[in-house]
C-alpha cells in the first residue's frame, strides 16, 4: 500500500510529515526518508484511478502501441479541468519495445512447455500458446476479476506484466490456447 504524506517543515536531521489520510503529524529523522521513501514525482494512470486532481496534469507513454482507450480515458480524466491536461511530446522506439516484450513472451512460452512435460500432458501442435496469442491478451480483460491486462516497460528495461495464463478449471496442458485462460496476477519482473 502506497502512504501519502504532505511535508510540513525540514530541518537538517528530520522532515516533519502529515498522513493524508489519517493527519497524523511526526517527526521523521532523515535517515528513515532516505531509506524508506520514494518523493511523489509522479503516479501511474492505474495508481490515481478513482482520484480527481484540481492541478495540472502531463501524460506520458501515450503512444506506447498497448496504450488503449480505456487507459487513455483514465489517465485524462483525472483532471478536473481538460485545460489543465498536457501530453508530453516523445519520439516512441517500437521496434525496441516489440524485441523485449517478444523476448519477455517467448520465455514464458519455454516456461509453460517445461511445465507441461514435466507434468507429462499432451501438447497438442495445433493449439499451442504462443508469443502472438498472448500479446493478443494485452489491454484484454481478467475473467475473473475484470482487471485490465497490461505489459509494461520501466526506463531499465524491466518488464512488468500482469499477464498469466492459466487453466484452472481443467487439467488440460498449459500450453493449449483453447483450454486456457488468462488471468490477472501479482506483478512479476
Known amino acids: 500500500m502506497n502512504y501519502q504524506y504532505i511535508i510540513l517543515s525540514k530541518t537538517d ?37 478513482g482520484s480527481s486532481i484540481n492541478d495540472n496534469i502531463t501524460i506520458f507513454d501515450y503512444k506506447f502501441k498497448h496504450v488503449n482507450r480505456n487507459w487513455l480515458y483514465v489517465a485524462v480524466t483525472r483532471a478536473t479541468d481538460l485545460n ?3 501530453f508530453y ?6 521496434d525496441l519495445y516489440d524485441n523485449l516484450i517478444n523476448s519477455y513472451f517467448q520465455r514464458k512460452v519455454l516456461q509453460y512447455t517445461k511445465q507441461d512435460k514435466e507434468a507429462k ?18 489491454n484484454q480483460t481478467c475473467r475473473y476479476c475484470n482487471t485490465n491486462l497490461f505489459i ?18 481443467t487439467e488440460k496442458p498449459i500450453t493449449s490456447k483453447i483450454s486456457s485462460h488468462v488471468v490477472a496476477y501479482a506483478i512479476v519482473h
Do not use: G
Not at 516533519?16 to 514525482?41: G, H, Q, R, W
Not at 511530446?89 to 517500437?94: G, I, Q, S
Not at 509494461?152 to 487453466?167: E, G, K, R, V
Open 13 to 49: 536531521k528530520s522532515l516533519k510529515l502529515k498522513d493524508i489520510s489519517s493527519e497524523d503529524i511526526a517527526d521523521v529523522p532523515m535517515t528513515i526518508i532516505k531509506n524508506n521513501f520514494i518523493y511523489n514525482y509522479c503516479m501511474t494512470a492505474h495508481s490515481t484511478q
Open 84 to 86: 489543465n491536461v498536457y
Open 121 to 138: 500432458r499432451s501438447i497438442d501442435k495445433d493449439n499451442f500458446v504462443n508469443i502472438n496469442w498472448l500479446e493478443s491478451c494485452i
Open 89 to 94: 511530446n516523445y519520439k516512441e522506439d517500437n
Open 152 to 169: 509494461d516497460i520501466d526506463s531499465n528495461d524491466h518488464i512488468a506484466s500482469n499477464i498469466l495464463q492459466i487453466d484452472l478449471i
